[in-house]
């Protein structure tokens, strides 16, 4: 092992179950972290790489089988749970995807970190200061707003951003030799995503932390590797130097992968004779306040918006979480009722209408949601939740599965998967579900928000592809919500960007992206990940 060394793991094989799809999750891997180097491991879901870092910090439920895992020097490839508890959070830490699931609801956040703290006291017993200094002083080296307030708040009143903040604080307040960072950033909007690995790249100077970032983002590979592991299928298939790989890719799959991301190369918008399917005019949307002032003014999450969808376009609204975008894409297909103005359907004004008089209009409008595992029912066959509309509108039970055939080949699934249920999908397969569940409606307007922001880069290049072809085979409209410019600039014939619910600039697509006006907009795209080698790439 090289001195310099915080992690060296050696051959590594972790079994999969014997109902798993091969015999190993993790295929004589090996790999080494030096003292202040980020290493990436990229690769699809499924590749091994999430199970490599879950091996490392012995959280893995699977079954190490060969290899050493060495820890600045110590061999804790068997060790006791005892010592792993001792280890993690002092030497080693870890950084979750999602913290709302890794951070406790009922406890403050404050009290979360200091928790890590009373559970090492011989980590802390050389260092100044009470504990719930050391909190607010870590709180405040990420940038945390005014720490000692926000140690007082739940997980649920902070934003994303801050709830990521804090993980990286509780992981980093021991000063670990090692931090393991498994898809940080994926649910970030690029600024907050942008402000996490600068924050990770601050923290990691000033500490010479070694860090393993797991990931399948290139864009982000590009603004922070020192060096990149490629995985697929368990096994590492190229490593080097991230400058290397990036530019030089030697493995037909590293190609694939780079290949399918997308490009901030804006499309060319088309002849806009089409007929117009949705206009709206000052859409507003407003929560009531819950204070208990009747005379404080509610929350505006929506503000007096117009847009006007075509057939056969697709128009995109793009902005951070917060401002306003899904709530818009909710008023405009009647999920939620609007405060005030117009969504003219092809001639009817769709907003004032009751539930009932709704009824008929509901089949024209479907949305895609971000989380097919979510909006599909995991107690019901996928065959039963696409034809569940059209019966609700009087189809006939055989004709209706005669359609849900049809649509699982459109979307490219076999149709012999309607007696399946959806956790025997992958999450590309039941993104193209939900898609066939959309579309077995007969829309004329398909409402896409964050459809394919949580898939990989190679997946979502084909739902991508897949929604393009349904768009011009059946002249839909499409409303696609999204924070990824770079989606953007490949889908959206226009684009509308909002801010705390106002769309602050609205043009075609490639004006946009040559010539943004707004300074919110230039703020969004300086912010796109890896934008540096994108452009190059792209050259």
């Not at 080296?141 to 801050?162: A, E």
């Not at 509780?170 to 498994?182: G, K």
């Not at 979480?321 to 001639?347: F, M, N, Q, W, Y």
Request: hydrophobic share 40%.
């Amino acid at each position: 092992m090289n001195a310099a060394s915080v992690l060296s793991v050696s051959s590594l094989s972790v079994a999969l179950p014997t109902s798993g799809d091969r015999l190993k999750a993790v295929d004589n891997v090996s790999l080494d972290v030096h003292a202040g180097e980020t290493v990436c491991i990229v690769g699809e879901s499924g590749s091994g790489k999430s199970v490599t870092a879950s091996s490392i910090m012995g959280l893995t439920p699977l079954n190490i089988t060969g290899g050493r895992i060495l820890l600045q020097g110590e061999d804790i490839t068997n060790a006791k749970e005892e010592r792993l508890r001792r280890l993690r959070g002092s030497r080693m830490s870890m950084v979750f995807q999602e913290p709302m699931t890794a951070l406790n609801p009922l406890h403050r956040v404050g009290d979360q970190v200091a928790e890590l703290l009373h559970a090492h006291p011989e980590a802390i017993s050389q260092r100044p200061g009470r504990v719930e200094e050391m909190v607010e002083q870590m709180f405040a080296d990420v940038h945390l707003p005014n720490p000692r307030v926000t140690m007082t708040r739940y997980p649920h009143q902070l934003s994303g951003g801050q709830r990521q903040r804090v993980m990286i604080a509780m992981a980093l307040i021991l000063e670990p030799a090692l931090l393991i960072a498994d898809e940080p950033t994926t649910a970030l909007d690029v600024t907050t995503q942008a402000q996490i690995l600068k924050l990770l790249r601050e923290m990691q100077s000033r500490r010479g932390t070694g860090v393993l970032f797991i990931t399948h983002d290139f864009g982000v590979v590009s603004s922070i590797a020192d060096r990149v592991i490629v995985m697929k299928q368990g096994e590492i298939v190229e490593q080097g130097g991230a400058k290397d790989v990036l530019t030089n890719p030697r493995h037909p799959y590293t190609k694939m992968l780079i290949e399918a991301v997308p490009r901030l190369m804006p499309k060319k918008a088309e002849d806009t004779a089409e007929a117009v399917v949705l206009k709206v005019d000052r859409l507003t949307k407003i929560y009531p306040s819950s204070g208990a002032s009747a005379e404080r003014e509610g929350h505006i999450a929506v503000d007096r918006i117009s847009l006007t969808l075509r057939k056969g376009r697709t128009l995109g609204i793009v902005g951070e979480s917060g401002s306003g975008k899904s709530t818009a894409a909710r008023c405009l297909s009647r999920l939620i009722d609007p405060t005030e103005g117009d969504i003219v359907l092809e001639g009817t004004n769709i907003a004032r209408l009751s539930a009932r008089q709704l009824h008929p209009f509901r089949r024209r409008i479907q949305v895609i949601f971000q989380d097919p595992y979510r909006s599909l029912n995991p107690r019901r066959l996928i065959g039963e939740s696409i034809i569940e509309g059209p019966l609700n509108f009087g189809v006939k039970r055989t004709v209706a599965l005669d359609l849900a055939r049809r649509l699982l080949k459109t979307v490219g699934i076999e149709p012999s998967a309607l007696e399946r249920y959806p956790h025997q999908f992958s999450g590309g397969q039941r993104q193209r579900i939900a898609i066939a569940r959309a579309l077995a409606m007969e829309p004329e307007i398909l409402v896409a928000d964050e459809a394919v922001s949580a898939l990989d880069v190679s997946v979502q290049a084909q739902v991508l592809t897949l929604l393009e072809e349904i768009r011009d085979r059946m002249r839909l409209g499409i409303l696609f919500i999204t924070h990824d410019l770079r989606v953007a600039a490949r889908m959206c014939d226009h684009i509308a960007v909002m801010q705390s619910g106002r769309i602050v600039e609205f043009a075609e697509c490639a004006a946009l992206f040559s010539a943004p006006k707004h300074e919110y907009t230039r703020q969004l795209l300086d912010a796109v990940p890896g934008k540096d080698w994108l452009e190059i790439q792209e050259g």
